[in-house]
């Protein structure tokens, strides 16, 4: 791999080199991944105190996401009382000469929030500033305007030597205003000026206006796709997966005679707000679109406590029809007693084995309790993973006895579903190595390379022989998406909202089927909806309108079509493969700007993130785009 993305920057930047003496040099730097960056600062928090050290801010929620986002997921930042902060990185300045260095952070409207940004050389000060004390922004900014504040660019100037060099950012004094650094930017291209999240003309990108004079003979002959057969889940090649109520007071008067999937869902699944017009309106109708689609799987939640004890309603039925189903996790330990749980759990691993799928943890590794440690378990990165999956197991199998108030077994692993929105490439693998048999991955329309998770997750099962899933969560920032007409944050009259938390926000209609599209082809065993089938019918207002599809369920049911008319959709080939150490713990989305949350980014994890830009581009530019839904 090194040899490989070695080659791929020489010959990038000897094709710059041929076209002038001096190609610009460009030093994208993350500061959240710097060294002295510690714990977390949250602004909108308000209660913020000064703790010595920058924290990790983000991500964003309304006020960064509106405005572009931050760069790469993440920033830093300290409170406005913060007097003595520091982080640095060392690096390499590839050539002397003048340069300037460009700093992207948080401009409060008439308020000053100071730091140093210096860059020693030789044991002296090669480049020192201030910036904060005044405006990079205009103060009638719209955005200064609307939230209070506006990222913004701000610049120091000065010569630096070939050679080591190390970057420091310094809080000394307070300010008026929190202190929050997104990017920065190390350039003797005096003629470049950065906007928003964009990256410069890095030199390898040019290398993709390159064309082989043979046209598509350099790529060789063809290959037979590989030996590999996709594993079926519950019966199906692709399902679409959404919770019912699984109480036992929902059960309670449900006529278990002639009860089918399509009545469940029926029943659980419209929306709370219309559900009785709902049921009401299509009470004859009994083929619908999306909930009598037979690809559709229900699932319990573990929040409900669903009680599978011998001759429970829920417990009949599922014997009865055969159905596979699943359990969703999510911040839930259910309330077994001491004779619902041994007799859930045994009949989790006994009669309905064949037709329980597992257990949804969604954004978790597992259940509550079940967290990565925050101090390295072993010398080096590869003996820390081992010994992680190790943990991981015994410790869920206590947490699952507890549960169940009865002894679980290790073994117990295997039902485990984790679908992490971050750090899912870092244990993709590691969670087929433990044993796990299906495993997933969430992704929201502010993370970006879906395509590189899909990658990691398809290699996992075609390595260890298992299966993967897409956790679907139309999110954007801190806006979720459902089309109802009592949202949680209210702006003016009735009427139907795009977001259930914020109006202005939520993703467009083209990146929610866009990810249908995307993990079907890919190969996904299922989707899961985070949220359920809520947000698929609406009932348009103003006004009196008969309830319908959603945007969202418009393009659901064109989707359902497009299953139905390609049962066999095949298997992608992958022509290249990239060989990782199974403790490499690479993942740059992740909450505490470290590998697993105790590894400092080191030199192999940038060489890392480039190649993977070379390998996914235009990943790498178009993560630097305005944080928006299509984006």
């Given at each position: 791999m090194l040899r490989l993305f070695t080659l791929t920057v020489v010959l990038t930047t000897s094709t710059f080199a041929s076209a002038a003496d001096k190609p610009p040099i460009y030093l994208w730097l993350e500061p959240e991944w710097f060294e002295g960056v510690k714990g977390t600062f949250a602004y909108w928090t308000g209660d913020a105190k000064p703790t010595g050290s920058w924290g990790v801010a983000g991500p964003g929620v309304s006020p960064e996401w509106t405005q572009g986002g931050e760069s790469e997921w993440n920033?830093?930042?300290?409170?406005?009382?913060?007097?003595?902060?520091?982080?640095g990185r060392d690096l390499i300045i590839p050539r002397a000469g003048k340069y300037r260095v460009w700093v992207r952070f948080v401009d409060h409207r008439k308020k000053t929030e100071p730091f140093t940004v210096k860059i020693n050389q030789a044991g002296k000060a090669a480049i020192v500033g201030e910036l904060g004390t005044k405006p990079v922004v205009p103060e009638n900014d719209e955005y200064k305007l609307y939230w209070g504040f506006s990222f913004g660019w701000g610049v120091v100037d000065g010569t630096l030597a070939a050679g080591p060099a190390r970057l420091e950012l310094v809080i000394d004094k307070p300010g008026e205003g929190w202190r929050q650094v997104d990017a920065i930017l190390i350039t003797d291209d005096e003629k470049f000026t950065p906007n928003g999240r964009e990256k410069p003309p890095f030199a390898y990108l040019a290398s993709f206006n390159l064309h082989p004079k043979d046209g598509t003979k350099w790529r060789g002959k063809g290959v037979p796709p590989p030996n590999f057969t996709r594993?079926?889940?519950g019966g199906r090649d692709f399902s679409m997966w959404t919770d019912i109520d699984g109480s036992s007071k929902a059960w309670?008067?449900?006529p278990l005679d002639g009860l089918s999937k399509r009545d469940l869902f029926f029943r659980f699944s419209p929306p709370a707000d219309i559900r009785e017009k709902f049921q009401k309106q299509f009470a004859t109708g009994k083929?619908?679109?999306i909930i009598s689609w037979p690809g559709l799987t229900p699932g319990l939640y573990l929040g409900s406590t669903p009680d599978l004890s011998p001759g429970t309603?829920?417990?009949?039925w599922l014997e009865k029809t055969k159905t596979p189903f699943y359990i969703m996790t999510n911040y839930a330990s259910g309330a077994y007693t001491d004779k619902t749980g041994p007799a859930t759990f045994q009949a989790l691993t006994g009669p309905l084995a064949e037709q329980f799928l597992g257990y949804i943890h969604g954004e978790a590794l597992g259940t509550n309790g079940l967290a990565l440690p925050d101090k390295p378990l072993g010398k080096d990165r590869r003996e820390h993973v081992d010994l992680l999956g190790k943990q991981l197991v015994v410790k869920q199998a206590e947490l699952w006895s507890k549960i169940y108030k009865t002894p679980v077994p290790e073994s117990h692993w295997a039902k485990g579903i984790p679908c992490l929105s971050v750090d899912c490439i870092s244990l993709a693998h590691l969670f087929h190595q433990t044993g796990a048999r299906v495993v997933g991955y969430e992704i929201d329309s502010t993370n970006v390379r879906a395509s590189m998770r899909v990658a990691f997750e398809r290699g996992a099962t075609r390595q260890f022989g298992g299966a993967w899933i897409n956790y679907a969560s139309g999110n954007f920032g801190d806006a979720c998406n459902y089309f109802t007409q009592n949202p949680v944050v209210p702006r003016g009259a009735p009427s139907w909202f795009h977001s259930k938390y914020a109006v202005t926000d939520g993703v467009s209609i083209g990146w929610y089927r866009k990810l249908y599209y995307l993990n079907h082809l890919s190969g996904a065993s299922a989707i899961f909806w985070e949220q359920g089938l809520g947000n698929q019918w609406f009932q348009p207002g103003p006004g009196n309108h008969p309830i319908q599809l959603s945007p969202f369920g418009r393009a659901t049911e064109d989707f359902h079509a497009f299953v139905d008319r390609l049962p066999d959709r095949g298997e992608p080939l992958c022509p290249i493969g990239l060989l990782l150490s199974s403790g490499h713990a690479y993942e740059r989305v992740?909450?505490?700007c470290?590998?697993?949350?105790?590894?400092?980014?080191?030199d192999a994890d940038r060489e890392l993130r480039e190649l993977f830009n070379v390998c996914w581009h235009p990943a790498g530019v178009v993560e630097g785009l305005p944080a928006a839904p299509d984006v």
């Open positions: 920033s830093m930042g300290v409170p406005a009382e913060e007097t003595k902060a520091v982080c594993q079926k889940i309670e008067k449900l083929d619908l679109p309603p829920l417990r009949i992740n909450y505490s470290k590998m697993l949350h105790v590894f400092a980014e080191n």
